[in-house]
């Protein structure tokens, strides 16, 4: 099976990463939605962030 994707720039990082046919950046590209892309790290780590910043303005 051959699996097509593209090589795009983490905003975040500036590292090269891939995306896969079927994910929703693989569409985002394909579509031209947007220039800014985010490596699967980089999300993981934004997510967590936005976590802790929720949760210190609760506090
Ligand atoms: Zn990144």
Redesign the pocket.
Known sequence: MIMIYYEVL?Y??R?LFRVYEGSLNYKLFKENRTKFF??E??SHKIRIDAIKNFFRYLN
């Open positions: 983490c975040s990082c590292q985010c490596c790290d980089c």
